[in-house]
């Protein structure tokens, strides 16, 4: 994981000059390039592509999720993000919102409110921020169910 701020100059050039935080609408230029872009209270924060074991859980945890999800919610993948505040944005590696909760624009990328259940897979580079960033920033985004998934354990 890496922390990429605005004092990078291929980076600053996709912000505003007078921004010193970025937003959800500076994520909507962002290249899409496999990298996750997430965003920690106006932090730009980038991670690599995920390895093979961390796909290999993900899709036996979304599959367990969707037998079990009632019809009334829905269970998704990343890369979909939850944007509670316009410098928040997360890209959770699963989420269970209501499907009355979900945006009516069927090209949405984003929720808004926030998902019943939010599933962080741990990779190596990851640990840390998920165990302790994501954390917090899930809680303090309404996110009351929050899944840290270790496939090694």
């Not at 100059?9 to 996750?36: F, I, N």
């Amino acid at each position: 994981m890496s922390v990429v701020t605005v004092e990078s100059e291929a980076l600053a050039r996709l912000l505003p000059e007078e921004a010193e935080e970025w937003t959800v609408d500076d994520l909507a230029r962002m290249p899409s390039d496999g990298l996750r872009y997430e965003l920690f209270d106006g932090v730009l924060v980038v991670s690599p592509a995920p390895y093979i074991r961390h796909q290999r859980a993900s899709r036996a945890l979304f599959l367990l999720l969707h037998e079990a999800c009632p019809p009334d919610m829905e269970v998704f993948y990343a890369p979909i993000d939850f944007q509670p505040t316009t410098k928040r944005s997360f890209q959770p590696d699963l989420l269970v919102a209501r499907s009355a909760d979900l945006p009516v624009d069927d090209d949405a990328t984003a929720i808004t409110i926030p998902p019943l259940l939010a599933v962080e897979v741990l990779s190596k580079g990851s640990r840390s921020l998920d165990r302790i960033f994501k954390r917090e920033m899930y809680a303090t985004s309404g996110v009351d169910n929050y899944w840290i998934f270790d496939p090694k354990a």
